[in-house]
Nanobody, 124 residues
């Protein structure tokens, strides 16, 4: 079992940056692929970025490519999302999630464990 706790959300102006962190408990963290998703009220949860268990592969949603960077530190059991050049459209609750799948998936159903989320608000 893996428990996930996100932090680092907040209010930022358009063009600014934030760094989200996700702390995991559980000795098997380094066997899971990790993902970041986001959700706004009334819309489905959408994939933002993912990283394989050994950081060998990453994947990004098209609208965050070149602006967001996902990374992980298995020794510290953390996964981070660096978000630059933020836009008002990035406003959402951001969730980290853990997947048992070897290959990255952008589908929420492919992830087994979820954090409670952290709010990111980008003002114009």
């Amino acid at each position: 079992q893996v428990q996930l706790v996100e932090s680092g959300g907040g209010l930022v102006q358009a063009g600014g940056s934030l760094r989200l962190s996700c702390a995991a408990s559980g000795s098997t963290f380094n066997t899971y692929a990790m993902g970041w998703f986001r959700q706004v009220p009334g819309k489905e949860r959408e994939f933002v970025a993912g990283i394989t268990w050994n950081s060998g592969s990453t994947s990004y949603a098209d609208d965050v490519k070149g602006r967001f960077t996902i990374s992980r530190d298995n020794a510290k059991r953390t996964v981070n999302l660096r978000m630059n050049s933020l836009k008002p459209g990035d406003t959402a609750i951001y969730f980290c999630a853990a997947s048992r799948r070897v290959q990255l998936t952008s589908t929420p159903s492919g992830y087994t464990y979820w954090g409670q989320g952290t709010q990111v608000t980008v003002s114009s």
